[in-house]
């Protein structure tokens, strides 16, 4: 593990202060919409069927629980994993917060209940999943650009294929990736671009990764995906990719544009995939 990540896990302050730091971001309400709108699918789809036991949903990478509790305030269980062990201590106290839960469509709420699900907190490495069960969980995420934190294209296959086995058969997985064209808006993107574009065709092991500080960690690593790139690792890991948006600088879907098109133009996609 790059041991900026490990300063990044390891940091109580940036756990504590995600929400404010993060305040005012505009991918933070349209990739809760898009969860709200694909479990409210579901939610259909499971009703249909013979399941009697409540959804469940595995967050990989669940930070200080944003995510998980738009679902148990939905009525599913989810067990949050993430190697960071202050932001678990937040998604632990915010979860234990009161919160209103019933139909409010005015805020976006499609697909609540009267009873708010469980929440299961895990602190793990995404890698190495054993201490969960195969084949349990109708849901799995990789929320807000996890995957592409994780160090090695091998790697980033492990995780998908721990995914892929946590899944049900037909389980979903919702996965957020940074785009490798994004660097195009800015002189220096551009020379970044010019530089992996080389590595690319050395055949180079670290082609796409990049170090940047965030947060006052200097170093940070993320890897940023071509389109290309990441529908080959999901069918490779037992995946077939359902739905997709691209995402516009401000964080929006990007509202018209072909594939190749949208691939040039966005920051990153939110893809829904099925495990076949």
């Not at 996890?146 to 998908?160: C, I, K, S, W, Y």
């Not at 890991?237 to 072909?258: D, H, I, N, V, Y």
Request: glycine share 10%; hydrophobic share 40%; aromatic share 6%.
């Amino acid at each position: 593990m790059p041991r900026a990540l490990w300063e990044y896990v390891h940091d109580e302050q940036i756990a504590t202060e995600d929400e404010r730091f993060l305040a005012g971001e505009r991918l933070l309400d349209v990739d809760r919409q898009i969860l709200l709108d694909l479990i409210a699918a579901m939610r259909q789809q499971l009703t249909e069927s013979t399941e009697t036991v409540p959804p469940i949903c595995v967050d990989l990478g669940c930070g200080t629980g944003r995510l998980a509790r738009v679902l148990t305030d939905a009525g599913w269980d989810v067990v949050g994993v993430d190697l960071s062990q202050p932001s678990l201590g937040v998604a632990k106290s915010e979860e234990s917060k009161p919160r209103v839960l019933g139909n409010s469509p005015q805020s976006g709420q499609t697909g609540m209940t009267e009873k708010a699900g469980s929440l299961a907190l895990l602190r793990g490495n995404l890698c190495n999943l054993e201490m969960l069960p195969p084949a349990q969980f109708d849901l799995a995420l990789l929320m807000f650009g996890t995957l592409g934190m994780v160090a090695g294209a091998a790697e980033r296959a492990t995780v998908l294929h721990e995914a892929a086995r946590l899944l049900k058969p037909g389980g979903t997985v919702l996965l957020h990736v940074h785009n490798w064209w994004r660097h195009l808006d800015h002189p220096t993107g551009r020379r970044w671009l010019c530089w992996d574009v080389w590595r690319r065709l050395r055949g180079r092991h670290d082609a796409g990764d990049t170090v940047h500080d965030y947060r006052g960690i200097p170093g940070v690593y993320h890897h940023v995906f071509t389109r290309g790139e990441l529908s080959k690792l999901l069918a490779a890991t037992g995946f077939k990719r359902q739905s997709e948006w691209a995402l516009s600088l401000s964080g929006e879907p990007l509202k018209s544009g072909s594939g190749w098109w949208n691939a040039l133009r966005s920051t990153g996609w939110i893809v829904q995939a099925e495990r076949v």
